[in-house]
């Protein structure tokens, strides 16, 4: 007799264990939704609705986790820690779409986090290897002394980091006219995936395949290809929804922040937004860890890995591919992405 601890991340990987296992299909699709657990942090909850989530939740096998003072009706407004099966949640959600004290509300973006973290986006869409795909990011507001033609400049920026072991590129800078020029011209030459992106700007769409970068307060284009999604703390969870709403599906769909980091932080500060559920990829400027030990550095990657990130964009890519390839060789590491 043998024993082995699994830790299920998603419904693909539930459904490939319980296939492996030699059950019935019929099995496999009923089953799937039980072998994921997942726990939900709500904040804000009325007194009366986070009673209710207990109660409800409780009834389906699951537990809401709630402060002693919502028991007694003594707190307006409070936190509290959702624990269940997916499939736990399914039947929570059909519940809550019919009770009062904004729970409606609450089943919706329930639905939607529960379905989301259940599942990983597509990663081949950027890289066929195994492990991380790391992207390079090729910043258009570089403007070397001497330079004339910032184009080509900018250009030669996207061969040097595809030299460094880029998976795809992302053009990046303020003027829009320039990065969709530079964007264009390596989408016909790089054979890579390209993606263009303006901060604080609707978003770029350079063909119907390649990746497009979206952020909170601008409209999507219509795309094929994988989608961005640039978000932060605050006011995520309704930009997400509206993805999704606009018919992103979640195989498509890669949640994106920016990794904030610096010499004053320890490891266990937050270098990305806490508040997201789900952690796709990441930008990693160079400037954001470049004064950091290589052990710490390597802690941070660490963190986000463990945390489900697999696509890495940076302006730095060979340095932040060797240390995700030497996280890869580490065997104490026991991250799915690792092993």
């Given at each position: 007799m043998e024993l082995s601890l699994l830790h299920?991340?998603?419904?693909?990987?539930?459904?490939?264990?319980?296939?492996?296992?030699?059950?019935?299909?019929?099995?496999?699709?009923?089953?799937?939704?039980?072998?994921?657990?997942?726990?939900?942090?709500?904040?804000?909850?009325?007194?009366?609705?986070?009673?209710?989530?207990?109660?409800?939740?409780?009834?389906?096998?699951?537990?809401?986790?709630?402060p002693a003072g919502a028991l007694h009706m003594e707190a307006g407004r409070v936190d509290c820690l959702v624990m269940g099966t997916l499939e736990q949640y399914a039947r929570l959600v059909d519940i809550l779409i019919q009770q009062p004290f904004e729970l409606s509300d609450l089943a919706r973006r329930l639905r939607l986090f529960a379905g989301l973290a259940a599942t990983r986006p597509d990663r081949s869409w950027f890289s066929r290897g195994?492990?991380?795909?790391?992207?390079?990011?090729?910043?258009?507001?570089?403007?070397?002394?001497?330079?004339?033609?910032?184009?080509?400049?900018?250009?030669?920026?996207?061969?040097?980091?595809?030299?460094?072991?880029?998976?795809?590129?992302?053009?990046?800078?303020?003027?829009?006219?320039?990065?969709?020029?530079?964007?264009?011209?390596?989408?016909?030459?790089?054979a890579c995936p390209v993606a263009a992106w303006v901060p604080n700007s609707p978003s770029i769409s350079l063909a119907p395949a390649m990746p497009v970068v979206i952020q909170q307060g601008y409209g999507l284009l219509s795309t094929d290809g994988p989608v961005l999604a640039m978000c932060a703390d605050e006011g995520s969870a309704d930009f997400i929804g509206q993805l999704v709403l606009a018919g992103v599906p979640a195989k498509r769909l890669f949640l994106t922040a920016n990794l904030r980091y610096g010499p004053s932080d320890n490891v266990s500060a937050h270098p990305i937004p806490a508040g997201l559920f789900r952690l796709d990829a990441v930008l990693v400027r160079q400037q954001a860890i470049a004064m950091l030990p290589v052990s710490t550095r390597a802690s941070v990657l660490t963190r986000l890995v463990d945390r489900g990130v697999s696509v890495f964009i940076t302006n730095a890519p060979r340095h932040v591919r060797e240390l995700l390839d030497a996280l890869s060789r580490d065997p104490w590491n026991s991250s799915p992405i690792r092993t």
């Open positions: 299920v991340s998603d419904t693909q990987q539930s459904q490939d264990l319980l296939t492996c296992l030699g059950c019935y299909p019929v099995g496999v699709d009923i089953m799937a939704a039980k072998a994921l657990f997942l726990v939900i942090r709500v904040n804000g909850l009325l007194t009366q609705a986070a009673n209710i989530l207990k109660q409800e939740m409780l009834s389906k096998g699951g537990e809401v986790a709630i195994a492990g991380a795909a790391v992207g390079g990011l090729v910043d258009c507001d570089l403007r070397p002394p001497g330079v004339d033609d910032h184009v080509v400049n900018a250009v030669a920026l996207a061969w040097n980091l595809l030299e460094q072991r880029s998976d795809f590129l992302v053009v990046v800078g303020s003027n829009v006219s320039m990065v969709k020029d530079v964007a264009q011209q390596l989408v016909g030459t790089a």
